[in-house]
Structures are given as C-alpha cells and as structure tokens.
C-alpha cells in the first residue's frame, strides 16, 4: 500500500490510480473527477502496466466536458 497524488494504491506497483472519488459522468461516459473513460475505469487493473501508463500521461491533457 502506497500513496500518491492520485490516491491509496493497494496491489499495483508501478502505476497509481488516477482517483479522486468522484464518480460523476458526463454525457460521453468520462468521469468528471479522474477524466477516465467509464470503460477505462471499469478495466483498469485488466490493463497493463503499458495501458495504464499510457492512459496516466493521457490524462495530463485530456480535455473532457465537465457537465453532467
């Protein structure tokens, strides 16, 4: 168990967990809180420590619609 600024992370070593406990979603399906794809968010310990990666730096641009 470690913590980062994304939140308490049990079990995944090498990439945090883009959570804020926001679970609101926009009319695109993307969370208002973390901006993860409803779809990332339900896979996310399926995906790669590459996928989850890769989604982490998305993250630091992705723009989304914020209302819900």
Same mark, same amino acid.
């Given at each position: 168990?470690?913590? &980062?600024?994304? *939140?308490? @992370?049990? *079990? @995944?070593?090498? $990439?945090?967990?883009? =959570?804020? +406990? =926001?679970?609101?979603?926009?009319? #695109?399906?993307?969370?208002v809180g973390c901006k993860r794809h409803?779809?990332? !968010?339900?896979?996310?310990? #399926?995906?790669?420590?590459?996928?989850?990666?890769? !989604?982490?730096?998305?993250?630091? &641009?992705?723009? =989304?619609? &914020? +209302? $819900?």
């Amino acid at each position: 168990r470690r913590h &980062t600024r994304y *939140g308490t @992370v049990t *079990g @995944v070593q090498t $990439c945090a967990l883009p =959570i804020f +406990s =926001i679970c609101k979603y926009n009319k #695109d399906n993307f969370c208002v809180g973390c901006k993860r794809h409803m779809n990332e !968010i339900f896979d996310w310990f #399926d995906f790669s420590d590459e996928m989850r990666s890769a !989604i982490m730096q998305d993250l630091l &641009t992705r723009e =989304i619609d &914020t +209302s $819900c």
